[in-house]
């Protein structure tokens, strides 16, 4: 792997019996890259993001991720990543401290750590009045950054975030990706899924996956000045169109 590549990918596949989910994709990602994954419901987003984050073992190829083997290393992957699901990773019968805490006890931090990031996250999402509610009761927009911050509190190298936006209003989304820009200046490197292709516009770098297969790879200019049209959407439309 090369050094500046946090994330190296090669002919990484998964089958389900005789079914292909990935098919042999091959990209590299840099350290602080925001790097959009796109594609439709069903493309293989989130079969490659598992294996990736050490949950899937892949069928073939080979994928290096913050310097370590997806087959060999995967409990040392899952030490050096942060994880934000589809459906917030967060329990909703905890309150925000308790979750807060509860994690930071997973990732392995000292109980004065954890006190630290605990205090400086509440005021920076600005939570303070509602530190002993359950997460169950706050809006998604909240819970959603709330369970952003989580998956970085351990400083991780790279977060990957699973179609983050999902269902939400377009000025939580807009001060969604403002969170995710100011991590990636921070240097961690940020993997986001999304079928919301506006939000393609907004990374560094995008791959754009159909049916198992990554069709396009490169910045968001440059795809749109490679399919001669003026959005990211047209060029998702005429890929899936084929």
């Known amino acids: 792997m090369k050094k500046s590549n946090i994330i190296q990918v090669e002919n990484l ?4 019996g005789d079914f292909t989910a990935v098919n042999a994709i091959t990209f590299e990602i840099k350290k602080g890259e925001i790097f959009g994954f796109l594609g439709a419901n069903g ?13 899937l073992t892949p069928t073939s190829g080979n994928a290096q991720v913050a ?11 899952k030490k050096n990543i942060g994880y934000m699901s589809q459906k917030f990773a967060l329990y909703d019968d905890l309150t925000v401290k308790e979750n807060i805490t509860f994690f930071g006890g997973i990732y392995g931090l000292s109980r004065e750590q954890i006190k630290e990031k605990r205090c400086q996250l509440v005021e920076e999402l600005g939570l303070q009045e509602v530190v002993d509610e359950l997460v ?20 991780p190298k790279i977060i990957f975030l ?11 989304r807009r001060q969604f990706w403002e969170m995710i820009y100011k991590t990636a200046h921070n240097g961690t490197t940020v993997f986001v899924t999304t079928h919301y292709m506006d939000e393609a516009e907004y990374c560094d770098r995008v791959s754009i996956m159909v049916d198992g297969k990554i069709e396009a790879l490169d910045t968001p200019k440059k795809l749109k000045e490679q399919f001669k049209v003026n959005s990211m959407n047209d060029v998702f439309l005429k890929l899936a169109r084929g």
């Open 43 to 55: 493309a293989g987003k989130t079969t490659a993001m598992k294996m990736l984050i050490g949950i």
């Open 13 to 16: 596949t998964k089958m389900f």
């Open 136 to 155: 169950n009761s706050l809006p998604l927009g909240w819970k959603q950054k709330l369970a952003f911050s989580v998956a970085l509190l351990h400083d």
């Open 67 to 77: 310097n370590f083997d997806v087959y060999k290393n995967p409990d040392d992957i």
């Open 162 to 172: 699973d179609e983050p936006t999902g269902g939400v209003d377009p000025i939580t």
